[in-house]
């Protein structure tokens, strides 16, 4: 039989990983000429990002594939919490973008990497979607700003047997934006809303009293 572990991030089953309650991020800095460019704002980008790392980490399991912009601020904010990055967050890379990773992806031992499809970048990003919407179960999907991949996120999220509860914050702009306005069940107030923790701790039913969890790691982690 399976070995099942029940601790703070959740459910797992060794081999076969259900990870109750994780929480999907989708963000980026929308790039000149790219989806979303014209209505983002890269400093509220920055600071939704911080707010959700600063709700989740260590309370919730935190999965994403990495962005060049996103991925050192998951990193400061982890080491001013005191918490071990590896035990946290969970990145999913392409070797697609193999050349462009940030440097701080050398500095924890947590990164699954999903192999290139034929040199297409469109088919290898797909790929390494589909394998972390497959090793996760995805409790909450938030996303906060954003080109077209988070679209492409957001319509595969959809399309899981199971969807997530989709969190899209509008003020920074971005595609994360067109995705609330296509959302239905979000409050029409959160659409200036720059309280940005306020918001996460409501919206994912944390606790500001809730512990931060800095013993467990995932067992049985893809590579």
């Given at each position: 039989?399976?070995?099942?572990i029940i ?12 990870v109750m ?6 963000a980026?800095?929308?790039l000149p ?9 890269p ?5 939704a990002?911080s707010a959700l790392v600063?709700v989740?980490?260590?309370?919730r399991l935190l999965?994403?594939g ?9 990193w ?10 590896s ?6 890379q392409s070797?697609?973008f ?11 031992n ?6 290139a ?17 497959s090793?996760?179960e995805?409790?909450a999907?938030?996303?906060?700003g954003?080109?077209?991949g988070v ?8 399309d899981?047997?199971?969807?997530p509860?989709?969190?899209a914050?509008p003020s ?11 959302t239905?069940?979000?409050p029409?107030?959160?659409?200036h809303?720059?309280d940005?923790?306020?918001w996460f701790?409501?919206?994912?039913k944390?606790?500001t ?11 049985g982690?893809?590579?």
């Amino acid at each position: 039989m399976d070995e099942i572990i029940i601790g703070w991030l959740g459910l797992y089953r060794l081999g076969q990983r259900i990870v109750m309650g994780a929480v999907f991020l989708s963000a980026s800095v929308p790039l000149p000429g790219r989806q979303g460019y014209e209505t983002a704002d890269p400093f509220l980008i920055r600071e939704a990002v911080s707010a959700l790392v600063e709700v989740v980490l260590g309370r919730r399991l935190l999965v994403w594939g990495g962005h060049p912009a996103i991925t050192p601020m998951i990193w400061a904010a982890a080491e001013r919490l005191e918490i071990e990055y590896s035990h946290a967050v969970c990145l999913f890379q392409s070797r697609f973008f193999e050349d462009q990773y940030p440097e701080d992806n050398q500095r924890f031992n947590n990164v699954t990497y999903i192999d290139a499809v034929n040199d297409n970048r469109n088919d290898s990003l797909y790929l390494m979607r589909q394998r972390l919407f497959s090793a996760y179960e995805i409790e909450a999907a938030v996303f906060i700003g954003g080109m077209e991949g988070v679209w492409d996120e957001y319509e595969m999220l959809l399309d899981l047997e199971s969807a997530p509860k989709i969190i899209a914050i509008p003020s920074p702009g971005g595609v994360a934006r067109e995705i609330f306005r296509a959302t239905e069940g979000l409050p029409g107030s959160l659409e200036h809303e720059i309280d940005f923790s306020t918001w996460f701790y409501h919206l994912l039913k944390i606790s500001t009293t809730d512990e931060r969890s800095n013993r467990n790691r995932v067992p049985g982690q893809a590579r």
